[in-house]
């Protein structure tokens, strides 16, 4: 509500604004684009990793972006990989405590040689490849295998728009074994580089924990940036109930139907995260310390917190629907009202001037030198009249 405010303040238009809305109502199938560019079932098709076509053709150099990094209590080394093959033949140096995967652009041949190297399953490695899919948790006999939904505040920003609210989404699955973690995604931006920041501190609890805790650290971030994208759509439903009382337009209608369609999409995102996030902290095959537990109950109790916002913003959106029904139906009857006080003005002026059009030839007023002039001081009586009569009945502005 302050932008908004401070918008008006600055000599823009409400017609600007409402532009602004309409170029803000970004679909949220955009944000899937990156998901469009990836493999896709098709029918048919062979299940399996190794049946995919590109499964045996490397990546073009740069395309996809591969780090690692290994620490211990008293030790860190990160790098890129270029040739992963290789590096997967190496033995892992006896000072890591874990080793972290990241894979940036997913790509079959990628995920084959991962496949084939940690032997997790041929199907589970078709659904990292193919987007999106529902977030879930699958627990096996040496690894968690785990997928997300990511919301990452949008890239697509604009200084004449004031309101932009739809979020970046990206799929995020992750292998936990016991001293390594793989985690692929879609792009390289992600919400993770604070855990990188804080890997480099030998002090933090991070490099003295084991894989479990590296992963209840990314679920951490994931859930924690929810929180920013929850707080602009609570300042735009703001916006968008200051616009809905001043000036109901269809485009801040569309606008609000927009955000109820996202804030489903939200949920839908959610909700399946808290069930992550539960199971896992219910886990009992002990792949998961229970030094661990603790926080990510703390984990669930932020999805919960989640869940419940948007909720509530459900009910406000829903909420400023009818709010816009009313203020619609106000503005008619505002719109009535005039019309009708129009009309009350003017019809004993028509009945007084219908009664002398009448075509009858005796008729005293007419002769009358000063007919004309008394009859408008008349008319004019009567208005100031009827005027003064609404006034006092609080039908005409303040009584």
Known sequence: MKRIKKTIKGQVSKEQLVASLLDSTVDLSRTNSVNKQNHQIEPGELPGIEHVADAQNPPAPGTVLITYTDYSPTRIETNEITNLDEFLKKPMPKWV???????????????????????????????????????RIEFFDDHLFVVLRMLKPSTHK?????????????????????????????????????????????????????????????????????????????????????????????PVLHRIYCIKRELILLRR???????VVDHLYREEGG?????????????????????????????????????????????????????T????????????????????QFMPELT????YPLIWAVFIMITIGLLIFFRRKGWLGNS
């Open 368 to 371: 009358w030198r000063w007919g």
């Open 97 to 135: 405590k874990v080793r972290w995967f990241n894979v940036s652009t997913i790509h079959p041949y990628i995920i084959s040689l991962f496949q084939q190297h940690f032997a997790f399953h041929t199907l589970i490695a078709e659904d990292v490849l193919h987007i999106p899919q529902r977030p």
């Open 269 to 275: 995102i959610i909700w399946p995260l808290r069930e």
């Open 287 to 339: 792949r998961i310390e229970e030094t661990t537990r603790p926080y990510l109950r703390d984990v669930y109790e932020h999805t919960i917190q989640i869940v419940e916002i948007v909720e509530s913003y459900r009910e406000i959106a829903s909420g400023l629907t009818d709010l816009y029904m009313s203020a619609i139906s106000n503005r008619m009857n505002e719109i009535m009202k005039m019309l």
């Open 158 to 250: 604009s200084d004449d728009t004031l309101i932009n609210s739809v979020p970046d989404i990206e799929q995020v699955s992750i292998f936990v074994y016991d001293k390594v973690l793989i985690s692929f995604q879609e792009a390289p931006d992600d919400v993770w580089q604070p855990i990188r920041d804080h890997l480099q501190n030998e002090n933090r609890r991070i490099r003295k924990n084991g894989s479990g805790y590296l992963l209840y650290t990314l679920l951490d971030a994931v859930v924690d940036y929810c929180f920013p994208v929850l707080e602009r759509y609570g300042d735009i439903l703001e916006d968008l109930e200051l616009l809905t009382l001043e000036s109901p337009s269809p």
């Open 341 to 360: 006080i129009m009309a009350s003005v003017f019809i004993p002026l028509t009945f007084i001037s219908g009664v002398y059009g009448m075509n009858f």
